[in-house]
């Protein structure tokens, strides 16, 4: 008697993905021209084989309320600094540039990240959203892996946070576990048709002896 066993087995590496999101400022808080700061957030060091899926910082209803100087716009400049410092408010005056770009020790290749500005109109509540991606994405996650990250703000004008600024992050870990599929449906399908006519061959084959 001859048997045909047929098989499938599909074996993969399982993948853990987990968010997580993290409040810079929270509802009510108020930020001021005159000022730089710097917010430093501790995080649990990511683990050996974690990597970050996405990153995303979300500016939720932000309101100008107070006009900056002559000459001066409502932007809002931030960044991502990647020296640990504590928690800070600089006295930085008003500028038409971003601070941290352009005042040591925040400022050279390594030191910070730009990541971007909004110009606000005044009394209008908005809401944006940056996505790290390139060498910033690269730089949060080894921000991420030694256990804290800093993300840097320098207002023109007055901003009142109504809603918050968070930092999202999605992380992958790779579990190093293997995962058996069982066979998919036209697989199955196809097993037993295969069992049915070998079984339909043997019989005939004992029918004729």
Known sequence: MKRIILAGIMVGIANWAQATAITILPTGSVISGPYSYIYNEAVTPLASGTTIASASLVFNNIELTVNGPANIPNTLF????????A?????????????FQNTA?????????SLGSETLKLNKTVSWTYTFSGQALADLLTDLQKGSFDIGLDPNCVYDIKGSI????TTTTNTGKTVVS????????????????????????????
């Not at 968070?166 to 992050?169: G, I, M, T, V």
């Open 87 to 99: 928690s800070k408010t600089i006295s930085s005056g008003e500028s038409t540039t971003d601070y």
């Open 105 to 113: 020790p925040y400022d050279g290749k390594g030191v910070s990240d």
């Open 78 to 85: 931030y960044d991502l600094i990647n020296v640990s410092y």
């Open 182 to 209: 069982a066979p998919d449906a036209t697989m199955t399908a196809s097993m037993l048709a295969f069992s049915f006519l070998g079984l339909l061959a043997f019989r005939r084959k004992l029918c004729l002896n």
């Open 166 to 169: 968070a930092l999202d992050f």
